[in-house]
């Protein structure tokens, strides 16, 4: 099966059905990624089936649990940018901040993002903690991918997040979904990627009394 066909099956899989201008966006951010990552090192994930398995149809998982219609949206620790920039191809009604501390990982996502054409796409290089005053409560989803245990990301998140918000997160079926105090789970799912025996966790939080 080639890559393009295995991108698309695999996302209307996930309930996603990407546009032949959608599919043929990947294929170009999958062919930068394996270039960048010949001098640059931004993922230990080479090969081109797996990059659509475990780094796209990953990502595209996370569809699922957002919300219908525009939404501001904050990317943190999008590494090579996921599941942002594959989020924001599927999604692109929603207005996205990548939230990155490593400068050759922030210049990759802005060059995709000029490359691909994206508009309301902005990449901070920061972590989440150094965007409490410049970001506060500007955010109504936040997400993030196998970047920290929940009860470590989510007070970082807090602080970006609007009332009624919430942050989305994918993670390894050996972490503990469990909500630190003041938080709550509000929606989880156990799933299999599609095409593989990858297996993740996608939990949605809110804060206590909200949403």
């Not at 393009?4 to 599919?23: D, F, I």
Request: contains cysteine; glycine residues 10%; hydrophobic residues 45%.
């Amino acid at each position: 099966m080639d890559l393009n066909k295995l991108l698309t099956e695999g996302a209307e899989l996930l309930g996603v059905r990407l546009s032949t201008g959608q599919a043929g966006a990947f294929d170009a951010y999958l062919s930068e990624l394996l270039k960048w990552n010949k001098k640059v090192n931004l993922t230990a994930i080479v090969d081109g089936r797996e990059v659509v398995v475990k780094h796209f149809l990953d990502s595209l998982a996370l569809c699922r649990m957002l919300p219908v219609g525009p939404f501001r949206a904050a990317d943190i620790g999008s590494g090579a940018g996921f599941p942002g920039l594959a989020l924001k191809i599927a999604r692109p009604d929603m207005e996205i901040t990548f939230v990155e501390p490593a400068h050759k990982k922030v210049t990759f996502i802005k060059h995709i993002a000029r490359l691909l054409g994206l508009t309301g796409v902005s990449a901070e290089r920061a972590r989440a903690e150094d965007l409490r005053t410049k970001c506060s409560g500007q955010f109504e989803v936040i997400f993030s991918r196998a970047f920290k245990e929940p009860d470590g990301l989510l007070p970082l998140a807090g602080p970006l997040m609007s009332v009624g918000g919430m942050v989305v997160l994918s993670l390894g079926p050996e972490t503990s979904p469990d909500a630190p105090p003041g938080w709550e789970v509000s929606r989880k799912e156990d799933i299999t990627l599609p095409l593989s025996d990858f297996k993740r966790v996608l939990i949605s939080y809110k804060k206590h009394g909200e949403g």
